[in-house]
């Protein structure tokens, strides 16, 4: 049984950086695309950043290139999101998601597996 937990989130203030992790169990993290996602309250869940199984390709969302990065250690089984200069709107409950599909997706139909998420909140 796959099983993802995020951490790392918590409150900051704005202009800080977090570093979220997801750890991945039941199978090598390897096997996996994985992607970043978040959700607010009343929002549709927004696709942030993917990365290919073995690491060597990244795709942002418009909305996030430039401030947060995408990488995995598929040796730790981990994979991290670091958030840079957290503005209010980045509020919200960020989930990872590991696809069997090897081409990056934005569509959080294209991921078999999610975490429960982990809270960021940003106050200015």
């Known amino acids: 049984q796959v099983q993802l937990v995020e951490s790392g989130g918590g409150p900051v203030q704005a202009g800080a950086s977090l570093r979220l992790s997801c750890a991945v169990s039941g199978r090598p993290l390897s096997n996996f695309a994985m992607g970043w996602f978040r959700q607010a309250p009343g929002k549709e869940r927004e696709f942030l950043a993917a990365?290919?199984?073995?690491?060597?390709?990244?795709y942002y969302s418009d909305s996030v290139k430039g401030r947060f990065i995408i990488t995995k250690e598929n040796n730790k089984n981990t994979v991290f999101l670091q958030v840079n200069d957290l503005k209010p709107e980045d509020t919200a409950v960020y989930y990872c998601?590991?696809?069997?599909?090897?081409?990056?997706?934005?569509?959080?139909?294209?991921?078999?597996?999610w975490g429960q998420g982990t809270q960021v909140t940003v106050s200015s």
């Open positions: 998601a590991a696809a069997e599909n090897p081409h990056l997706s934005s569509h959080y139909l294209g991921y078999d597996y």
């Open positions: 990365i290919t199984k073995v690491g060597d390709g990244t």
